[in-house]
């Protein structure tokens, strides 16, 4: 039996239409299932990371920085960076509040006297954000509900991610840290550090803060080109150590990614404005697990600075 020819071309458009539904639903069901991938993929920043300089942050391109050596090296290959021997902050820098930059100029004098000034790392005591950063090696171990960064001088840090900040902080030694990811990259949020205790410094320097710190940290891996520019800045104010004289050089021909950290500082208490810093990383010549050696700090009281009795620490009474 042959149909009308009206009635085909309906049943043919039916058909198309249908055609055309079931194209569109599996579009969205795809466009769905990439958006879902997108949303849960991280990137990886897993492995060891060296940063072979002391002692301090790299400076940004533009815009207010960090504290920098007023000491530089006269003689040598690296004529003109930062004097590692002697740590004399710059108290003229204009980030500085007044109390906070004659902090800055008396430990100067003690460093240009010959003498060693006291930090969390020489003294034994927990290292907070940013003056962690200074540590020539790092590890990030990445799981889904939290961020462990291990550190070369043994501190650890752990960052909860995608959780509130609770709506009062108690101050501790490394503050309370957030974290998320955003695409490509980590961002970490830190506040409550505390501040009443010895050695409440941001860097090498003894630049002090106040319990309004707020640290934010972001993390992301960068091709060479872009760490070159980091990294030719940085060595023009950070001395860089030598082949073999620690475990966290890297290979200068390396031209894989690099784990680039980018961090602001706030306090309204020591700083007139907002700055910024970056530590850019690379793998090491030294594969795991020989990078990371046995580390005591206080086993040996007068090691720190030598000839001196190091302030570990220590209670008056038990805390329970």
Request: with cysteine; glycine share 8%; charged share 25%.
């Amino acid at each position: 039996m042959k149909l009308p020819a009206t009635r085909c071309r309906a049943q043919e458009d039916q058909m198309s239409k249908l055609h055309l539904a079931l194209a569109i639903a599996a579009t969205i069901l795809s466009v769905g299932d990439a958006g879902a991938q997108q949303r849960t993929a991280q990137p990886d920043f897993s492995g060891l990371w060296g940063h072979p300089y002391w002692p301090s942050f790299e400076p940004p391109a533009s815009g207010p920085g960090p504290v920098t050596n007023r000491s530089r090296m006269r003689v040598g290959p690296q004529v003109g960076v930062g004097n590692p021997r002697e740590l004399v902050g710059d108290y003229t820098s204009p980030v500085l509040k007044p109390w906070a930059a004659e902090v800055l100029k008396k430990r100067g004098e003690t460093e240009i006297s010959g003498a060693a000034s006291p930090t969390p790392y020489n003294q034994c005591w927990p290292q907070a954000v940013p003056f962690i950063f200074f540590n020539f090696g790092m590890q990030m171990l990445q799981q889904p509900d939290k961020v462990t960064l291990l550190y070369f001088s043994h501190p650890f840090r752990q960052v909860r991610l995608n959780q509130q900040r609770p709506a009062h902080v108690m101050p501790s030694w490394r503050g309370h840290s957030v974290g998320r990811y955003e695409g490509d990259t980590l961002v970490v949020d830190t506040v409550g550090i505390k501040a009443d205790r010895p050695f409440a410094m941001v860097d090498m320097y003894g630049t002090p803060h106040t319990e309004a710190l707020h640290v934010v940290e972001r993390y992301r891996l960068v091709d060479y080109e872009v760490a070159k520019e980091a990294l030719d800045r940085n060595a023009k104010e950070n001395f860089r150590f030598s082949p073999g004289t620690q475990p966290f050089d890297f290979d200068p021909n390396y031209r894989g990614k690099h784990l680039q950290l980018e961090f602001t500082v706030e306090d309204e208490g020591a700083f007139t404005r907002a700055w910024s810093g970056r530590v850019t990383y690379a793998r090491p010549r030294v594969t795991f697990p020989s990078a990371w050696s046995e580390f005591i700090c206080a086993e040996n009281r007068r090691e720190h600075p030598e000839g001196t009795e190091a302030e570990v620490p220590h209670a008056d009474k038990v805390d329970f």
